[in-house]
C-alpha cells in the first residue's frame, strides 16, 4: 500500500496523532502469530518502575511555550494546508494555525489536503505561485512531496512540518527540504511519539500490577504508526517480560468499516484471557473496538487505553463505557507552534521547542467536566505573550 492509495475515509486513522505518510509494510496477519509473553529482562523496578513512571505522566511531561519571540515579521503570507478538515486532529492544529496567522496579522490561506500527496502537491504548487512566504504542512513525510518541497526550497518559500518525517530522517543521504519542523518536550516527532506508546505501556503494567495479558491494536502501513507501536512493546518487554502482549494488527482502510469492530470481535474470541487492551487512536475505539468489548459482555473485565482524549471519547470515560483512560494532547498547540517557528525563520532564526508533551488520563486523573482533553498549560495565553499581543 502506497500513501496515495489512502483514501479521505481511511484517514480517519490519523486521528490519534496522524502519524506522518512513511510507507512500510502492509499485512493483515498479527505480526507475533499466536499470543507469547512478551520477552526480555525485567529491568530493575519492573512494575514498580512502571506506577512511577505512571504517577509522573499524570503531572505530564508538558512544558510552557517559548517565553519570548524575535519580532513579529509583518506583512507574510502563509498557506495552511491541512491533512484532512475531515479529520479532527487534522482539522485542530491547521484551524490552530489559521487562529495563529491571524493573531500575528498574516494573510492566511486554509487548504484541505485530504490525506492525499498529489492533493498537498498540488497546494504547495499554488502557494509557490501565489507568492506564499510560508507553507504549513501537516502529517505529510518529506519523501512523498519531495519535488514541491524542493520547489519550495528554491523559491525561497519557507515550509514547517507538523508530525512529519523530513527526507533525511528516511534517508540519512538525503537532504532535508523542511525549512523547520515543530519538535516537543520528548524530542523529534519521532521520539515523542515512541514515548507515547511506552506511556500506554507504563499505565497497563500499573494497573494489572504487571499481570497483563494486552490486546495490541496496530497498524504498520507508515513509520509513524510502526515506531509508536514499537514503544508500546518494548516498553511491555523491558517493565514486564511475563505480560502477554497478543498482536491485533488492523488496516488504516478498516477504519469506518465494519472490518474494525469484527477483528476486535475475533481477537476477544482468540484471546479469551486477555484483560486489558490497547490502540494507538481514540478512533478505534469509537469506531469498532469499544462496540465489540462492550456486546462481548467482558467489558468490566478488560481495561481499555485510548489515545488522544477526543470529545467523544471522553464523553465515554465520563459514562463509564468502551474506554478508561488514554494520552491527552492538543493539537491545536501544534498549529501554534508551527506559527511560531514560520516567524522565526522569518527572522532568520530556526524554530524553538513546542512546550508539547505527554500525559496519562483516566477517571481519576486528567479529564475535564465536558468535552476533549485540556493540557495543564494555557498555550494561546503564552504564545500570545511572547508575540507581545495582549
Not at 148 to 174: F, H, M, Q, R, T
Request: aromatic share 8%; proline share 6%; with cysteine.
Amino acid at each position: 500500500m502506497t500513501a496515495r492509495t489512502i483514501a479521505p475515509r481511511v484517514a480517519v486513522a490519523l486521528t490519534v496523532l496522524t502519524f506522518g505518510l512513511a510507507a512500510v509494510a502492509c499485512g493483515d496477519d498479527d505480526s507475533a502469530g499466536d499470543s507469547a509473553s512478551a520477552n526480555g529482562t525485567a529491568a530493575e523496578g519492573g512494575v514498580g518502575e512502571a506506577k512511577s513512571n505512571a504517577d509522573k505522566l499524570y503531572k505530564g511531561t508538558y512544558a510552557e511555550p517559548p517565553a519570548e519571540s524575535p519580532p513579529v515579521k509583518r506583512g507574510q503570507n502563509v498557506w495552511v494546508i491541512s491533512c484532512g478538515q475531515a479529520i479532527a486532529t487534522c482539522s485542530a492544529p491547521a484551524n490552530g494555525a489559521v487562529e495563529a496567522a491571524k493573531l500575528l496579522g498574516w494573510e492566511n490561506k486554509l487548504i484541505d489536503g485530504k490525506a492525499d500527496p498529489t492533493a498537498t502537491a498540488n497546494a504547495i504548487r499554488q502557494a509557490i505561485s501565489a507568492n506564499a512566504d510560508g507553507i504549513f504542512v501537516m502529517a505529510m513525510d518529506c519523501e512523498f512531496i519531495r519535488q514541491p518541497l524542493a520547489e519550495a526550497k528554491k523559491a525561497g518559500v519557507a515550509v514547517i512540518g507538523v508530525e512529519s518525517y523530513d527526507c533525511n530522517e528516511s534517508d540519512p543521504s538525503a537532504e532535508p527540504l523542511f525549512a523547520g519542523v515543530v519538535t516537543y518536550v520528548e524530542g523529534p516527532y519521532s521520539d515523542w511519539i515512541y514515548a507515547y506508546g511506552a506511556a500506554q505501556a507504563d499505565y497497563i503494567i500499573a494497573k494489572t500490577d504487571g499481570k497483563a495479558e494486552v490486546l495490541n491494536f496496530f497498524f504498520d502501513e507508515v513509520q509513524a504508526g510502526k515506531r509508536f507501536n514499537d514503544g508500546f512493546v518494548e516498553q511491555m518487554k523491558k517493565l514486564c517480560p511475563e505480560c502477554k502482549v497478543d498482536p491485533v494488527r488492523f488496516r488504516l482502510a478498516d477504519l469506518g468499516t465494519p472490518a474494525m469492530q469484527q477483528k476486535a470481535e475475533q481477537a476477544l474470541l482468540k484471546y479469551p484471557n486477555a484483560n486489558a487492551l490497547q490502540v494507538p487512536t481514540d478512533a478505534a475505539i469509537t469506531l469498532g473496538v469499544g462496540a465489540a468489548v462492550q456486546a462481548s459482555g467482558r467489558s468490566a473485565d478488560i481495561l481499555k487505553m485510548g489515545g488522544e482524549g477526543q470529545p467523544p471519547n471522553m464523553d465515554l470515560l465520563r459514562a463509564g463505557r468502551q474506554q478508561d483512560a488514554g494520552v491527552g494532547y492538543p493539537p491545536a498547540w501544534e498549529g501554534y507552534a508551527a506559527m511560531d517557528g514560520l516567524n522565526r525563520i522569518f527572522n532568520g532564526d530556526k524554530p524553538v521547542g513546542s512546550g508539547i508533551g505527554l500525559q496519562l488520563y483516566d477517571k481519576d486523573h486528567n479529564v475535564p467536566a465536558s468535552g476533549g482533553y485540556e493540557p495543564p498549560v494555557d498555550f494561546q495565553a503564552a504564545f500570545r505573550k511572547a508575540w507581545g499581543i495582549e
